[in-house]
RNA sequence: UGACCUAUGGUGUAAUGGCAACACAGCAGAUUUUGAUUCUGUUAUUCUAGGUUCGAGUCCUAGUAGGUCAACCA
């Protein structure tokens, strides 16, 4: 198999420089800022910085963007880092642009020295009022023509402490008519008293994301930084502080956010789902988080997967969720053992099977499997089937069990439903049943061609367990493009709860394992279980096309 | 009424001036002790108008549409 797969752009721009000898090797950075959890729009970007320099050979850092005390937290920190690890990915160096804070101290003096930086007592409201708009230039501020002098000492100051906040700020001297909005004077360091999570109280400025994260690109020597298509306006910005500053010249590269049919992946809003209660945490498993996702079942590779397929571009996406959900199935379904589990009981009673009599039954754990393994099943007079495979009046293709027709029980035996029983309302409730020894799973000498297979447990041997059944959090196809508030939008029936009967095997169900229930869905023990009480939470459905077509009923 | 980015099936992503392809989704069929998986088939695409060229999805110009930019956030 000869794969000759094209290449996207920024394979292509790495290609190049590594063909022309720019550079020997690359260097990318992961730069979260660590102010909250990590979700599937990082996973894409985790998976483009990390695979670019596993695929050329170079290396890749992990960095947190920490400059602004007041939102980070060590909390975030670790988090991230076991999200990263999970995906699959290892840094190369772990860092923190409050590393470089003496270095970015020092650039600052520099400008200075070199008349490009000077201090601004303006307040916020003038400073905006000085910037203008998009189609009117701005207007200078009166503090910058301060000589260097004065400006070196007032910004010693600041540091020093010797102002409050918002008292002042350090400016770049660049040019209040740039048509680029990001070019006219921006500020580069604000005043913060405030405590740092891994600086604690060393410092009062702060310098903003403009002025830390192409320095510390340079001082990392990162070949490539790869980021955000909202970031191409600061490029401009990142270039120039690099000439003037005349420091390694990485390169700033821009790509097209992930977004998801029925999902939203505005960290402020996820937040805000958190606060308000509309979900359980950061981790409900129905959150678009690494941590949500990975409560729920989705499996790494399924995601590496996932990131591989929707590309890198720079236009605007709405991924399908079906596509990651096709992922998380292929992978699942290799490596899920299977699993028999009755979500709406119904009793059956074979009345021809012995009262006393109980058989173990080998049942494949996986037909995918390259060497298959088989667990044993109890069958006995009594099972439970679900109520959905049993209709007293079947439409023309209904394949399961109805008055007078054939089903097998998978990995048991062929059964016939010989009599509906029925309450006073006239609800069914139960089905008597007459089985066919001689069908028995792997020994069927009955010669019967049955169209249904259906699965079961024995009343006798199941237990209880709780499910906890997903669907989308949000009704709306493009939440960007939703109207109103977004909680307007929330889908009340994003969770629904159910007390199943598990077969056996199923006790020793331990975190991290994948389960399919048969003609269920993949489920994986959910992180509030406990060997009392088992919860399965249903990480995707199975593919239906038979409900698809609206033939399930229901 | 500015600057910048973008425009290929329903959704994504390729095609690097030379036969518009791949995946998902959809539809149809075969196989199946999961109406799953697997397999086969199938529907559907270059924003508009000019220009350059033997030849344009690709290059140029203009238009149109969408997005981004005016935090002491990142």
């Not at 754990?365 to 006995?380: D, K, L, V």
């Amino acid at each position: 198999m000869t794969e000759e797969k094209s290449l996207n752009f920024l394979e292509e721009i790495i290609e190049k420089d590594l063909a022309t000898g720019k550079y020997q090797s690359i260097a990318t950075r992961f730069p979260p800022e660590p102010n909250g959890y990590l979700h599937l729009g990082h996973a894409k970007s985790i998976c483009l910085n990390f695979g670019l320099a596993l695929k050329y050979g170079g290396k890749t850092n992990l960095r947190f963007d920490d400059t602004n005390p007041v939102t980070e937290e060590t909390e975030y920190v670790e988090s991230i880092k076991n999200d990263v690890k999970w995906l699959g990915f290892q840094w190369s160096e772990e860092l923190y642009a409050s590393d470089y804070f003496d270095q970015l101290y020092a650039f600052a003096l520099n400008l200075i020295q070199k008349g490009l930086a000077y201090v601004d007592d303006s307040t916020s409201e003038e400073i905006a009022e000085q910037k203008g708009t998009p189609t009117q230039p701005g207007k200078n501020s009166p503090y910058r023509t301060r000589t260097t002098d004065e400006n070196t000492k007032l910004f010693e100051a600041m540091k020093a402490g010797r102002y409050r906040d918002g008292e002042k700020v350090l400016r770049a001297k660049i040019d209040m008519a740039h048509p680029n909005m990001h070019m006219r004077d921006p500020i580069l360091y604000r005043i913060k008293h405030a405590r740092h999570h891994r600086t604690g109280d060393a410092w009062c400025i702060y310098p903003m994301y403009d002025f830390a994260h192409g320095q510390s690109d340079a001082i990392e020597q990162i070949t490539h930084s790869i980021c955000t298509l909202e970031f191409v306006p600061h490029r401009e910005l990142y270039d120039w502080f690099i000439q003037q500053l005349e420091i390694y010249p990485s390169k700033q590269y821009e790509f097209a956010r992930l977004n998801m049919t029925y999902t939203m992946m505005s960290k402020r809003k996820l937040l805000q789902l958190v606060n308000e209660g509309h979900v359980h945490g950061w981790d409900d498993p129905r959150m678009p988080t690494l941590s949500g996702v990975r409560r729920r079942g989705y499996t790494p590779a399924a995601l590496r997967d996932f990131c591989e397929k929707i590309g890198v571009a720079k236009r605007d996406n709405l991924i399908d969720v079906s596509l990651l959900e096709f992922c998380v199935r292929e992978h699942l379904n290799r490596i899920a053992e299977r699993r028999m589990v009755v979500f709406d009981p119904l009793k059956v009673v074979i009345t021809n099977y012995p009262e006393d009599k109980t058989e173990e039954l080998p049942s494949e754990n996986n037909p995918e499997a390259e060497i298959p393994t088989t667990r044993t099943m109890p069958f006995g007079r009594e099972l439970w089937i679900e109520q959905e495979d049993f209709l007293e009046n079947p439409p023309k293709k209904y394949f399961r069990l109805a008055p007078g027709q054939l089903v097998r029980l998978k990995s048991a035996y062929i059964i016939r439903c010989e009599e509906v029983i029925k309450d006073a309302a006239g609800t069914v409730t139960e089905l008597r049943c007459s089985y066919i020894p001689e069908s028995k799973s792997g020994h069927d000498t009955s010669g019967l061609q049955v169209k249904g297979v259906i699965h079961w447990v024995s009343c006798a041997h199941a237990q209880r367990a709780e499910v906890r059944l997903y669907d989308r959090l949000f009704l709306q196809e493009d939440m960007n493009a939703a109207e109103g508030d977004f909680r307007q939008h929330l889908n009340p029936h994003s969770l629904v709860t159910k007390h199943v009967w598990i077969e056996p095997a199923l006790a020793t169900a331990k975190t991290g394992e994948h389960f399919q229930f048969l003609r269920m869905g993949y489920f994986c023990l959910d992180t509030d279980a406990t060997r009392e009480k088992l919860i399965f939470n249903r990480t995707v459905t199975l593919r239906d096309m038979w409900a698809k077509a609206g033939k399930g009923g229901n």
